[in-house]
């Protein structure tokens, strides 16, 4: 079926379009997962007169276990690019480790 809607042109399914966070909880450390979407979520930022030179993002995050609040700071180019990242309350951590800290909650004992 896949071979056929390649082939015709069929509909595909439309790209993410997402920045997806993944950050621990300074305090408590637990892991939070936060999916930020790239054309709804960012402030856009003006340089000299009228023209776009980049785009921010400011986000609060919260863990579910002692609901202290965690702020990203991201930095954009004009394409959408990330330039900077900082964080305050926390530390980005990778997919990977997201997913491992999250696994033994997960599993039933």
Known sequence: MNFLRRL?????????NALHLYVRCS???????VRV??????TVEFGDGEEV?????????MDARC?????ADITFDRNRRE?????EGGEFI????YERLVQPAAEPR
């Open 83 to 87: 330039l900077s990242r900082k964080i």
């Open 94 to 97: 990778s997919k990977e480790e």
């Open 37 to 42: 979407h790239l054309y709804n979520d960012l």
């Open 27 to 33: 305090r408590c450390g637990t892991p939070v997962h």
């Open 53 to 61: 030179a980049g785009y921010r993002l400011r986000k609060e995050i």
């Open 67 to 71: 609901f202290r609040l965690i702020y």
């Open 8 to 16: 015709f042109g069929g509909p595909s399914s439309p790209p993410d």
